[in-house]
């Protein structure tokens, strides 16, 4: 039960986390091309 | 006996917000603690995007212009530095009460705030009153942004005695993480709330606040504190600890007046000075460098590229100061932004685009770890009871590194120009000041020692 909760949390927090980096580098690149 | 009733004590009930409900049971995983303080650094970190409302807050009556009644920049600009005044304010005022009612009371606090904080400014963009937005996102929105930064960072230290840099480095991450998220969904946002009647920042603002309070929250029912005395499964503390690592405490009251306390605070005062002024002109300092090569949307790729750097650093350089010292870490980064810094007027003249951005980059990654890397740092020099406490006091550095490393860049740059320098080399003399102002740090930071054992809190310490 622990180690759902501890996956299910980190995805809760990973998840947003990830899609602000993924949208960042798709505007970083703009830099390089 | 039951583990509440341990807690309760008989003929007692406590309140669900009471910290010693927050003392976690046995075989609790610490694990569940980082995420937690994630989700509140993750949702006030939006402040570092705020800017993505400046310039629609300039047109809310004219539409796609300004109106002559319309805010001007200047005014707007100000509910930024509002909130980032009483982000330093906040903490050092409500340190020792964040101590006193544990994490999950502030963190809850915290979310009221800066979840207020969205609806007030509501409010007043649909009233079109400043002050409002001042009040509401600056002055509440600004102690929501104090009370969680510091709530969960003597939470985690004691749950990761062994690792307190990667604890905190992980929480203070998600504050550089934050604008990522925040600057994507506030566009997302106001083109979801867009009417020919309005530009959609009151759809957005009430959203956010609902959208933020509520990921706050789960931070703040899922955070637990340590039972006193708890340490991790075979885990002893060093029978003789480095040489600036204490296992004594020291009152909060007591901390601010020994030299340490300066030292630190001007270590880290010294080190965001320099990288805030970076911040806050990377985009035209990238295009004015390189001009004609590097376009307006190039130059926002930069900022984004220098927030994931910000971010990542705070990670990587908390949790590397865990093996080689905090002292040493702060040490490098004193000598390698002294280096890049020193550098950057020679790669300007060579042209080279991908060495800038490697220099800011790593400039930025040293900027980010300054922050996370202060924590555990106060917990090696004053201990575990109080760190909360001094860290919140510690903070006033950062408003005034706020004020001093825009304004330093900014001016100097523009005398340079009065004095009709090329734009693109307008920017060596700041760069050099700013080597100047790392090597004051590096000399704080050298001047370090451990604190003298007269100012140990000597009555037994329970939390």
Known sequence: MTKIRLIVLWLVVGIPLLWGIERTLQNALKLFR | ?463
């Open chain 2, 1 to 463: 006996m039951s583990l509440q009733a341990n807690i309760d004590g008989p003929g007692q009930s406590l309140s669900f917000w009471d910290r010693r409900r927050t003392i976690a049971s046995a075989g609790f995983n610490r694990f569940l603690v980082p995420p937690a303080a994630l989700a509140v650094h993750l949702s006030i970190g939006q402040v570092y995007a705020f800017s993505t409302f400046n310039l629609p807050l300039t047109r809310l009556l004219g539409g796609a212009q300004s109106a002559p009644a319309d805010w001007k920049l200047t005014e707007v600009g100000w509910i930024f530095s509002a909130a980032i005044f009483f982000l330093g304010a906040a903490a050092a005022v409500f340190g020792r009460w964040v101590e006193r009612v544990g994490p999950r009371k502030a963190m809850s606090v915290a979310a009221l705030c800066f979840a207020g904080g969205f609806l007030v400014s509501a409010v007043g963009v649909s009233m079109h009153r400043i002050w409002l937005l001042y009040l509401g996102y600056g002055a509440l929105g600004g102690c929501g942004l104090g009370i969680g930064y510091i709530s969960p960072v003597s939470t985690l230290i004691k749950w990761f005695p062994d690792r307190p840099g990667m604890a905190t480095g992980m929480a203070i991450m998600g504050f550089g993480g934050g604008a990522l998220i925040a600057s994507p969904l506030s566009l997302i946002l106001m083109n979801h709330f867009k009417t020919a009647a309005s530009n959609g920042i009151v759809g957005a603002f009430v959203s956010m606040g609902a959208i933020y309070f509520a990921f706050m929250m789960i931070g703040a029912l899922v955070v637990r504190v340590p039972a006193d005395g708890w340490l991790p499964a075979g885990w002893k503390p060093a029978a003789h600890p480095q040489e600036l690592v204490t296992t004594a405490n020291v009152h909060v009251d007591t901390a601010s007046k020994t030299p340490q306390f300066w030292l630190i605070w001007g270590v880290l005062c010294l080190n965001v000075t320099a990288g805030i002024g970076v911040i806050s002109q990377a985009s035209p300092m990238i295009q004015e460098m390189f001009a004609g090569r590097v376009t307006a949307a190039a130059a926002a790729g930069f900022v984004g590229l220098l927030s994931l750097f910000n971010m990542g650093g705070r990670f990587l350089w908390a949790t590397i100061s865990d093996y080689i010292g905090r002292r040493n870490t702060y040490t490098i980064f004193f000598v390698l932004g002294i280096a890049l810094y020193a550098a950057v007027p020679t790669i300007g003249r060579l042209g080279s685009i991908s060495m800038f951005v490697a220099a800011f980059a790593i400039i930025l990654s040293i900027y980010g770890g300054g922050f996370s890397t202060i924590p555990a740092y106060l917990r090696d020099l004053f201990g575990t009871m109080h760190v909360g406490a001094i860290h919140g006091r510690l903070l006033t550095a950062w408003s005034v590194a706020g004020i001093l490393g825009p304004v330093l860049v900014n001016y100097i740059r523009e005398f340079q120009i009065d004095r009709g320098l090329p734009k693109a080399q307008a920017y060596s003399t700041t760069m050099y000041i700013m080597c100047g102002l790392l090597l004051l740090g590096l000399v704080c930071n050298l001047s370090v020692r451990a604190v003298d054992p007269r100012h140990h809190y000597r009555k037994p310490y329970k939390t």
